[in-house]
């Protein structure tokens, strides 16, 4: 048989066709009066397009690229040859990035191909921060908006950015969406919202009328958050919309360490294993999997979302081996181990690898510096310390790790604080602490690092709160 595509033709086997797809089997041996004809007109077809997948029909090899993808897509979804529907959506999903993703899903909306729709959405959620205020988020019509903005699973850091999201599709074209500001903001969780700062942002609006829109929903927000039960209107100011999504809520994590019964001897300590979550916004504990190794002294670090567990030791066996712990699978594994066995060590996050610096290593004051490359999963020596030191506080801020306080080699609790920098990686001193620490904790907070407690010889156990700031 011949079938007339376009302005081309191209001669065919029908039992070759037949066996090929739902969509020949019925042109061709289903009764219908194009079974009987030597030639075939097929309609809504490039003939380019048809060329190619008349060659995968005949070879099972089909040739995609970006430049003839959606056509084969839809031509194959069309004529019903579902593997080749099945690559393109394969290779539409290794394109995918903030740029294109937006795009992606309303193609795959218009071709209703439910695989790659379900992808491509998954993938706006995960990356919002990156696609939001790109050319085709700001292109998205109002009910596509409103979709992406009522997800659970939006990946966010806090509620504020849904709503500058949105403002910035309002923004874009102000004079003909200002109209819809009531049901974009619908799916914003205002109890959320920092209200300083949401004044802060509503008083820079240029615009007069979107200005005093906005003032009179937050407060009509504020009335009805005062008084949530005597307003019966559902609507997005209800103060009920508190609780954050499930991206953004904030969790804590205690992994390991040691227990003793009250009054109990050192000796008696004895490592755990245990790990406990806290939820920072329903204010409560809960236990997960329990790490492999039970450890006390082990550092703890986090990135790329996942919870790392480096060293530490147990009856003074001290421990070389890392664990990670994946929140959505919710169970651990060993990755690679470091170099040295450490334990009382510092740990940070830094340009996304994480560092181990000194501890105690083996019989000794380690002043090592590793770092863990977590997608080449590797361990590598990159330094040393200016001085060793164990039982120390550690964080990094902008881009510099900070080591704090601890015992020297000889025994003696530090006042010194230096700054390590992974990129010369040179060190450099800071102004001492008032007061000697061990054990403390150290975090960093709005260009300021905080060290916090701890243990001295002379004084005990610490409850004084020192701040370093970068500004002062």
């Known amino acids: 048989v011949r079938l007339e595509v376009g302005p081309e033709?191209?001669?065919?086997?029908?039992?070759?066709?037949?066996?090929?797809?739902?969509?020949?089997?019925?042109?061709?041996?289903?009764?219908?009066?194009?079974?009987?004809?030597?030639?075939?007109?097929?309609a809504g077809v490039e003939a380019g397009t048809f060329h190619t997948l008349l060659d995968f029909i005949y070879t099972g090899v089909v040739s995609i690229a970006e430049?003839?993808?959606?056509?084969?897509?839809?031509?194959?979804?069309?004529?019903?040859?579902?593997?080749?529907?099945?690559?393109?959506?394969?290779?539409?999903?290794?394109?995918?990035?903030?740029?294109?993703?937006?795009?992606?899903?309303?193609?795959?909306?218009?071709?209703?191909?439910?695989?790659?729709?379900?992808?491509?959405?998954?993938?706006?959620?995960?990356?919002?921060?990156?696609?939001?205020?790109?050319?085709?988020?700001?292109?998205?019509?109002?009910?596509?908006?409103?979709?992406?903005?009522?997800?659970?699973?939006?990946?966010?850091?806090?509620?504020?950015?849904?709503?500058?999201?949105?403002?910035?599709?309002?923004?874009?074209?102000?004079?003909?969406?200002?109209?819809?500001?009531?049901?974009?903001?619908?799916?914003?969780?205002?109890?959320?919202?920092?209200a300083q700062r949401l004044l802060k942002y509503i008083e820079s609006i240029p615009d007069f009328s979107l200005r005093v829109a906005?003032?009179?929903?937050?407060?009509?927000?504020?009335?009805?958050?005062?008084?949530?039960?005597?307003?019966?209107?559902?609507?997005?100011?209800?103060?009920?919309?508190?609780?954050?999504?499930?991206?953004?809520?904030?969790?804590?994590?205690?992994?390991?360490?040691?227990?003793?019964?009250?009054?109990g001897r050192w000796s008696d300590s004895r490592a755990l294993s245990c790990v406990e979550r806290f939820d920072t916004f329903s204010h409560y504990w809960t236990t997960v999997s329990s790490l492999h190794q039970a450890r006390s002294g082990l550092g703890v670090a986090v990135v790329g979302g996942m919870v790392y567990a480096i060293g530490g030791e147990d009856n003074s066996m001290i421990f070389d081996c890392t664990e990670c712990y994946d929140p959505v699978t919710k169970q651990w594994t060993t990755v690679a181990s470091m170099n040295h066995p450490r334990c009382a060590l510092g740990v940070c996050t830094c340009y996304g690898a994480i560092y181990a610096l000194g501890g105690w290593v083996g019989a000794e004051i380690g002043n090592t510096i590793e770092r863990f490359d977590p997608e080449e999963n590797c361990w590598d020596v990159v330094g040393s310390m200016a001085?060793?030191?164990?039982?120390?506080?550690?964080?990094?801020?902008?881009?510099?790790?900070?080591?704090?306080?601890?015992?020297?080699?000889?025994?003696?609790?530090?006042?010194?604080?230096?700054?390590?920098?992974?990129?010369?990686k040179r060190w450099s001193e800071l102004p001492p602490m008032g007061t000697r620490r061990a054990y403390l904790g150290v975090a960093a907070l709005n260009d300021c690092i905080y060290a916090v407690g701890g243990w001295n010889e002379s004084q005990d156990a610490l409850a004084s709160v020192e701040r370093y700031s970068l500004e002062e």
Not at 391 to 407: R, S, T
């Open 9 to 42: 033709a191209f001669a065919v086997h029908r039992l070759v066709l037949a066996a090929s797809s739902p969509y020949f089997a019925a042109l061709f041996a289903g009764g219908m009066k194009e079974s009987g004809r030597d030639v075939v007109r097929i």
């Open 214 to 263: 906005l003032q009179t929903l937050l407060k009509e927000y504020c009335e009805v958050s005062k008084s949530p039960k005597e307003n019966k209107v559902s609507s997005f100011l209800q103060a009920s919309k508190g609780r954050p999504r499930r991206k953004a809520r904030k969790y804590l994590y205690a992994v390991g360490g040691y227990t003793r019964l009250q009054g």
């Open 387 to 424: 001085m060793p030191r164990y039982c120390f506080g550690c964080c990094e801020m902008q881009g510099l790790i900070y080591v704090v306080g601890g015992i020297s080699s000889e025994g003696v609790e530090l006042r010194s604080v230096e700054v390590y920098d992974p990129m010369s």
């Open 67 to 194: 430049h003839n993808v959606q056509e084969l897509i839809v031509a194959a979804d069309m004529l019903q040859l579902t593997e080749v529907v099945e690559l393109c959506c394969e290779f539409l999903k290794g394109q995918i990035d903030p740029l294109n993703c937006i795009g992606l899903f309303q193609f795959s909306e218009q071709i209703a191909c439910h695989d790659l729709m379900e992808f491509t959405e998954s993938y706006i959620h995960a990356h919002f921060l990156e696609v939001q205020g790109g050319e085709e988020f700001l292109a998205l019509t109002k009910e596509q908006l409103v979709k992406i903005l009522r997800s659970e699973d939006l990946s966010i850091e806090d509620e504020y950015q849904v709503f500058t999201a949105a403002m910035q599709w309002i923004l874009k074209d102000v004079g003909k969406r200002k109209k819809y500001v009531v049901e974009v903001l619908e799916p914003v969780r205002f109890p959320l919202l920092p």
